[in-house]
């Protein structure tokens, strides 16, 4: 068998080597490293793909996130509504930018941000909502988007983790995900579903205006050379990673369902253990299947009940099998965004979530002998300490 990896970036890359390398090479022979033709052929064929008015790419995904709330103007002392379950850089955007963050409980089935939670959290202060499409699945953007319209509030897509993923309406009209709020911001990370050799991000928005201002602010503020029209910051996404990217984003769709693949096979394994709750689809979608588009799965995330989650853990790394626990501490109780507004009753499913997740090795190159393995080691564990 061979050796599993949680993500197998090497093996993803020697299936396109030669485009890879014919395409870094590109660059490097007309050394336009910065904002250079590679860069904008990237960025016209990602907006062919997802559909949408404009894509803006940058540094990476955190500048990202903060370049969409620059610019829409948001001052400080505004509140934004986000999830207590996710990674940092989603509240750390917030407060770097002087913005009150509201984290919310999420829901225990999709482990996305709580829709009655949201409804709770709203003041006259309230400015945006930032859903995060945590583990390759959307949020519901169809609830979020009426909220926002009732309440005239701003929707930004953190959609960092599920670029390629399609939104289900309750009609049947389908959406990728990062393209339906009024911006969103996505990574492309190496481990990301479609991930560069470096650091690197982008920005999407349908709203014109927008577009233009963003394109200013990761420019230095800049439309014109030494003129600085807004204020800006430096994050531009470099051509050697545009390159990349480019040469990988033909093959994004193939690579999400050799994820959904992977991701049916753990759930067939795992499906008739009751201490072993695996990944819960949308309402709207008719459950993992090859040909279901609605999660990518960047992470297969199971909950373990009535075992101990951590000598788990201990166990698979002890059997060579690679895991995460993605996240072991809820936000409201990091020491940089400890806030006495919060209350531990208001986040009950995010406080046992963070005791009971385990991520599984996730990528484009698993094979069955390695899932056959994977799966019979953590049932083998579980059947033995529950």
């Known amino acids: 068998?061979?050796?599993?990896?949680?993500?197998?970036?090497?093996?993803?890359?020697?299936?396109?080597k030669d485009v890879v390398d014919s395409s870094i090479a590109e660059v490097l022979d007309n050394t336009a490293y910065i904002n250079g033709p590679k860069v904008h052929e990237f960025q016209k064929n990602l907006e062919a793909?997802?559909?949408?008015?404009?894509a803006i790419p940058c540094a990476n995904g955190t500048d990202a996130l903060q370049i969409a709330m620059m610019g829409l103007d948001l001052k400080p002392g505004d509140?934004?509504?986000?999830?207590?379950?996710?990674?940092?850089?989603?509240?750390?955007?917030?407060?770097?930018l002087q913005l009150t963050p509201v984290l919310v409980d999420v829901d225990p089935k999709s482990f996305n941000i709580d829709i009655d939670a949201i409804?709770?959290?709203?003041?006259?202060?309230?400015?945006?909502?930032?859903?995060?499409?945590?583990f390759g699945q959307c949020a519901n953007m169809?609830?979020?988007?009426?909220?926002?319209?009732?309440?005239?509030?701003?929707?930004?897509?953190?959609?960092?983790?599920?670029?390629?993923?399609?939104?289900?309406?309750?009609?049947?009209?389908?959406?990728?995900?990062?393209?339906?709020?009024?911006?969103?911001?996505?990574?492309?990370?190496?481990?990301?579903?479609?991930?560069?050799?470096?650091?690197?991000?982008?920005?999407?928005?349908?709203?014109?205006?927008?577009a233009h201002k963003i394109?200013?602010?990761?420019?230095?503020?800049?439309?014109?050379?030494?003129?600085?029209?807004?204020?800006?910051?430096?994050?531009?996404?470099?051509?050697?990673?545009?390159?990349?990217?480019?040469?990988?984003?033909?093959?994004?769709?193939?690579?999400?369902?050799?994820?959904?693949?992977?991701?049916?096979?753990?759930?067939?394994?795992?499906?008739?253990?009751?201490?072993?709750?695996?990944p819960s689809m949308n309402s709207n979608c008719n459950g993992i299947c090859e040909s279901c588009d609605c999660h990518v799965f960047h992470q297969y995330t199971l909950k373990i009940k009535d075992t101990n989650r951590d000598a788990l853990v201990k166990h698979l790394n002890e059997n060579g099998i690679p895991c995460g626990v993605y996240y072991p501490i809820p936000l409201h109780l990091q020491k940089?965004?400890?806030?006495?507004?919060?209350?531990?009753?208001?986040?009950?499913?995010?406080?046992?979530?963070?005791?009971?997740?385990?991520?599984?090795?996730?990528?484009?190159?698993?094979?069955?002998?390695q899932i056959d393995f994977i799966t019979s080691t953590v049932i083998n564990f579980v059947n033995s300490h529950s």
Request: aromatic share 8%; net charge neutral.
């Open 1 to 16: 068998m061979r050796k599993i990896q949680m993500v197998d970036l090497k093996g993803q890359y020697t299936k396109i």
């Open 49 to 54: 793909y997802l559909n949408v008015k404009h």
């Open 79 to 96: 509140e934004v509504i986000t999830a207590d379950f996710t990674f940092a850089a989603t509240v750390e955007v917030i407060a770097l």
């Open 119 to 134: 409804k709770k959290a709203i003041t006259p202060k309230t400015k945006a909502i930032v859903p995060v499409h945590l």
């Open 142 to 210: 169809e609830a979020i988007m009426e909220i926002a319209k009732e309440h005239n509030i701003y929707v930004i897509e953190d959609n960092a983790q599920a670029i390629g993923a399609n939104y289900t309406y309750s009609n049947g009209k389908k959406a990728k995900a990062g393209t339906i709020g009024h911006v969103a911001s996505t990574s492309f990370f190496p481990s990301k579903n479609l991930g560069c050799y470096g650091d690197g991000g982008a920005i999407f928005t349908n709203d014109d205006d927008l």
């Open 215 to 278: 394109r200013g602010i990761v420019n230095h503020g800049m439309y014109e050379r030494y003129h600085h029209d807004v204020v800006g910051v430096n994050s531009r996404l470099d051509s050697i990673q545009a390159a990349v990217l480019d040469a990988k984003l033909p093959h994004l769709d193939a690579y999400n369902k050799a994820r959904q693949k992977a991701a049916k096979k753990y759930n067939d394994a795992f499906k008739v253990h009751k201490n072993i709750i695996t």
């Open 336 to 369: 940089a965004y400890k806030d006495s507004r919060y209350k531990e009753e208001d986040f009950t499913v995010t406080n046992q979530l963070v005791k009971e997740v385990i991520s599984l090795p996730m990528h484009t190159e698993l094979d069955d002998e």
